[in-house]
């Protein structure tokens, strides 16, 4: 039973999560809000919060400048692409693991696992050698690949404990009732599971999306995705607060109110179901 | 017409042999409960019998063609299953509907045998519902619809009754039972539970670490269990069994006494000893009796009028012509 | 429970994915093994031939070697003391009933969303920038010398922004964790006259200890390979060059790469030890 609290202590611990809360965002909130100020506006000194004039001017610019479309498109083809891609590869694997348990299935599972342990930096040169020699270098299918591969264990165990999820009986059932696997899996299995993929697709996109270690290190101009583009605002075009601003809040607008549906996936997806 | 007969059926997983070779015919419209402990391998039989299970040796006849490699769709048999296994994304309506769905019948025969059903187990007004808006009992229902839709050759009931509460426990017992009387189709049903065994079935199959201990209608085992297992596991209080002297005056190794067949006594009787605890049902007393110098303790049923106390020191009299004898290894002495 | 026909269905459907990791395991790590042990400079002449453990060796005794060690140590560990003291503190906070509790959640967890390359010049422009940056204000404005962060303090400000960014994984984990917590427990507890203090040490500290171990084990796996943080912000300097950067330096800016190949196998090394323990526990929770 919950325990009833008393207003003023509810008050309290309202004001003091607000208060937190805020200051943990505040960083992403003064991107946005500098985002749509001059750049003399944004470098004012004592700094403006929300007596400016709100323009959309840098927007207009960095679009012009930087050929965003261009990064944005890439990031989506890269996040999306290598999503898709590992979905297909993992939807059959986590199917078999969860409904056709073997005595080496909780081995491979783990042994999934220890290969997205593996540093990246381990195998950069590998890698980075294999993509000169097949020609993948700074092309988004390289980066596909990639991405589908560091994420696909991640992919395989969430499916893995969604599907568990669902009761081995009901499939029998469904066995009992006729169908046959390939009814099995259009009638019973996907409706039970689209929600479980979804979850997964989601969080993956995200992941791939914030993926900034071969996104950096594999791309130079054509394939390059937003980690890339905002990562060449370092210098010293990152001295324009405003313009780097605008290009950070479309670089992460997307993805946060993706991630606003995805929390509750986030525990599961990232602690390979240890923690529920 | 769903005559099952099982010949020479062994089950292992790995190494583990669950189910040693087993002979056993179920007839035509018979109402067959197989019971056991927890383990005993009655489900994993019933498994077999539904195919959700390879066998490992022997065969399966369903009517007299052999089915063991016939795959469960095929067999003509429906399941209930213990959690229902209701799909949860669809209505009860879908649910009932789907393996006719699936046997590709036309949609106004699946209409005509839905309604069927539903109006015969009171769903008729929840038939647009989904399973996860019905109670425990609704949906026990829904799962036995979607079986009796299919007009099976044989119904299989996996501990239906087990995620229930006591109340409904019990009237879902005779809802089945009537549904049984109504049908006339051979069921196969298993439960733990000798109380569900007893009041159901045609024929119990009493089950102990896959080996059949004995089979027979419920008078029968209760009135002549063949061995100690058998005889400890039907009938509710459990049968006292004596060892030592007082078995050996009947001839026996063990002799059991069902705690209905003895009668208590102040002053009279043939055993003594004191009262520990009593449990009053109302209609009947149970007391457990302590040293009587027979057992540890001896359970006796008596009439719910019957007033001893708490240490009060009583004679017992056992029926002489109800006494099991069992020899050494625990088999009946005729 | 199934039937034969089934399982080799089953195989059928994990091959594709089980023969894609070995492949991306395999392959790499059979190539990063075969050139830590040669002299392999793809700018400075080539291939060079074997060279034994010598790249193993001067790996580890080269300057760098021990400044990357102490640096990736302070991050991994201040990054991993910040957020799991701090995680734990927010996610009893956030599971206090209050208003718009939802809201808050939303607000604590953004900055996991944000990808690494956007909070780490954010932070490192309009925050950290000594004239123009936010707590440059903030200190004049309390009267103080601003700090020019990333050169003087540089540690602290790494370790500040990757806090920040993973503060919502740990909260999160907690936070479920802890809701996981029957209140029973709790009240028992104080039906048994133990304070708050004493409630939290004994009762809630206890239910969450595994989920710490948890967020220590993957925050550390994470932690050991940030790298766009450091790209953006310090590019290695001012003492941040993580073991990883370090490697990432050999490999690809001085295209030293049998070196850098031999640090990519210390580095393999280092994250299969704590791999180890945290397969461990998810294991043991799938058999549960």
């Given amino acids: 039973m919950a325990r009833a609290v008393t207003t003023r202590r509810k008050s309290f611990n309202t004001a003091l999560a607000w208060a937190v809360g805020l200051l943990i965002f505040f960083p992403i909130l003064w991107t946005i809000l500098t985002s749509f100020k001059t750049e003399a506006q944004a470098i004012a000194s004592p700094p403006l919060f929300l007596n400016f004039n709100w323009t959309l001017e840098n927007y207009a610019i960095v679009q012009e400048r930087s050929d965003y479309m261009r990064f944005l498109w890439n990031s989506v083809i890269i996040a999306g692409g290598s999503t898709l891609l590992g979905v297909i590869v993992a939807v059959p694997a986590a199917w078999a693991m969860a409904f056709v348990p073997s005595k080496r299935t909780k081995d491979i599972l783990l042994w999934m696992l220890s290969t997205k342990m593996l540093p990246a930096v381990g195998v950069l040169y590998p890698i980075y050698l294999l993509f000169i020699r097949l020609g993948l270098l700074d092309t988004r299918g390289g980066l596909v690949v990639v991405l589908m591969l560091i994420n696909l264990p991640i992919i395989v165990w969430m499916l893995y404990t969604y599907f568990r999820e669902i009761p081995g009986e009901i499939l029998e059932a469904a066995r009992m009732d006729g169908a046959t696997l390939k009814e099995e899996i259009l009638h019973i299995l996907t409706p039970m599971a689209v929600p479980g993929i979804a979850s997964t697709v989601l969080l993956n996109f995200i992941l791939a999306w914030n993926e900034a270690f071969w996104t950096l290190n594999l791309t130079a101009v054509d394939a390059a995705p937003l980690t890339a583009f905002i990562a060449s605002y370092s210098s010293p075009e990152g001295l324009f607060f405003a313009k780097l601003s605008a290009a950070s809040t479309m670089a992460i607008a997307p993805i946060l109110i993706l991630g606003w549906f995805s929390q509750k996936q986030l525990v599961r997806g990232l602690t390979f179901g240890a923690v529920k | 017409m769903g005559r099952i007969q099982l010949k020479s059926v062994t089950k292992s997983f790995g190494d583990v042999e669950v189910i040693p070779p087993l002979d056993l015919t179920i007839e035509d419209g018979e109402f067959t409960v197989f019971v056991g402990p927890s383990g005993c391998g009655k489900s994993t039989l019933l498994r077999l019998i539904a195919g959700l299970e390879d066998i490992t040796s022997g065969s399966i006849e369903i009517d007299g063609s052999d089915a063991t490699d016939v795959p469960p769709a095929k067999r003509g048999l429906a399941m209930v299953f213990q959690s229902y296994a209701l799909y949860p994304h669809m209505t009860v309506r879908k649910n009932i509907a789907f393996p006719l769905r699936m046997a590709k019948l036309d949609q106004a025969e699946i209409d005509r045998r839905v309604e069927g059903a539903a109006s015969v187990l009171n769903l008729t007004d929840y038939l647009d519902r989904r399973p996860g808006q019905l109670s425990g009992g609704q949906r026990q229902r829904v799962a036995i619809g979607r079986a009796i839709v299919r007009e099976p050759a044989a119904f299989l009931f996996d501990e239906p009754l087990s995620n229930l509460d006591a109340a409904l426990r019990v009237g879902m017992r005779l809802e089945i039972s009537e549904l049984h009387e109504r049908l006339a189709t051979t069921m196969i049903y298993v439960t733990h539970d000798q109380v569900e065994a007893m009041t159901m079935a045609d024929k119990i199959v009493v089950l102990q670490a896959g080996v059949i201990e004995q089979v027979g209608s419920p008078l029968e085992l209760y009135r002549t269990p063949r061995n100690l297992f058998v005889a400890g596991f039907i009938g509710s209080p459990r049968m006292n069994f004596i060892e030592g002297e007082e078995a050996e005056k009947h001839g026996a190794h063990t002799i059991g006494v069902r705690p209905e067949h003895i009668a208590v006594s102040e002053n009279e009787g043939t055993w003594n000893g004191v009262v520990g605890v009593s449990e009053h049902l109302g209609s009947d007393t149970f007391f457990h009796i302590h040293e009587t110098g027979l057992a540890e303790t001896i359970t006796v049923r008596a009439d719910g009028e019957v007033g001893f106390r708490h240490g009060d020191r009583i004679q017992l009299t056992p029926r002489a012509d109800v006494i099991h004898r069992f020899d050494a290894k625990g088999l009946r002495i005729e | ?288």
Avoid: C
């Avoid at chain 3, 990063?32 to 400075?44: A, E, G, I, M, V």
């Avoid at chain 3, 790494?158 to 427990?185: K, R």
């Avoid at chain 3, 084990?217 to 766009?228: E, K």
């Avoid at chain 3, 001012?238 to 640090?263: H, K, M």
């Fill in chain 3, 1 to 288: 429970m199934a039937t034969q026909h089934s399982r080799s269905v089953a195989r059928l459907m994990m091959a594709p994915a089980v023969v894609l990791l070995l492949g991306w395991m395999l392959v790499p790590l059979t190539m990063t093994l075969y050139f830590s042990f040669k002299k392999y400079l793809p700018l400075r002449g080539g291939d060079l031939g074997w060279v034994g453990f010598d790249n193993y060796i001067r790996f580890v005794s080269s300057s760098a070697f021990w400044p990357a060690v102490q640096a990736t140590l302070v991050i991994v560990g201040g990054v991993l003391v910040i957020t799991v003291v701090l995680g734990v503190l927010m996610a009893m906070l956030l599971d206090q009933p209050m208003w718009g509790q939802g809201v808050v959640r939303i607000l604590v967890i953004a900055p996991f969303f944000v990808m690494p390359t956007v909070s780490a010049l954010v932070w490192k422009n309009m925050f950290m920038d000594p004239v123009n940056g936010l707590l440059a204000h903030l200190w004049r404005f309390f009267g103080a010398e601003p700090i020019s962060w990333l050169s003087e303090a540089s540690m602290t400000s790494i370790v500040m922004i990757v806090s920040w960014q993973w503060l919502p994984f740990a909260t999160l984990i907690l936070l479920t964790a802890i809701q996981s917590l029957d209140s029973e427990q709790l009240e028992a507890a104080e039906m048994d006259g133990a304070p708050p203090l004493k409630r939290f040490y004994h009762i809630i500290l206890p239910h969450l200890s595994r989920a710490i171990t948890i967020v220590i084990l993957i925050q550390t796996i994470f932690l050991l390979s940030i790298f766009a943080e450091i790209f953006v912000t310090t590019g290695g300097a001012f003492g941040t060059r993580t073991l990883t950067y370090l490697i990432f330096q050999r490999v690809l800016e001085s295209q030293n790469v049998g070196l850098g190949s031999a640090g990519g196998v210390y580095a393999i090394i280092l994250a299969n030890i704590v791999a180890i323990f945290l397969m461990r526990i998810v294991g043991k929770n799938l058999d549960a």
